[in-house]
């Protein structure tokens, strides 16, 4: 009625969907501790290839496993030089729409409580 909370629909909802499955912790979502990624625990890591590596591999098969909705078509992460980011790059195709590939773009940082 006040237009506080914006409805997302189709493609926006997918795209936030993928971006919190991969923020999420496992054991973090009640009844099923299974869903979300390991991404989180590799902050404190030096960030080398290895590590961006591994993070690929988690994002991409957290995806696969939980979100049916798209086919994955690529995942990039990447550490901008003397910065605390990483830098994730999704790029997906919706499965029953026709619609070009989408990408999610977005920055892990180690949030401030």
């Known amino acids: ?13 997918i795209k936030r969907s993928v971006r919190n499955l ?3 912790i496992n054991t973090e979502r009640p009844f099923n ?11 404190f ?19 696969k496993n939980f979100e049916p909705r798209v086919r994955l078509t690529s995942v990039f ?3 901008p030089p003397d910065t605390n980011e990483i830098v994730v ?3 997906y195709d919706i ?6 590939t989408q990408e999610v773009t977005f ?5 401030r409580e």
């Open 45 to 63: 890591e030096p960030a080398d290839q290895e590590i961006l590596t591994r993070l690929e591999v988690e994002i991409e098969t957290s995806i």
């Open 33 to 43: 501790s299974l869903i979300g990624s390991e991404v989180r625990n590799s902050f």
């Open 89 to 91: 790059e999704i790029t």
């Open 95 to 100: 499965i029953g729409l026709p619609l070009p």
């Open 77 to 79: 992460a990447s550490h």
């Open 1 to 13: 009625m006040t237009n506080d909370i914006v409805a997302l629909t189709n493609e926006d909802a």
């Open 22 to 24: 991969v923020e999420t």
């Open 107 to 111: 920055i892990l940082q180690p949030t």
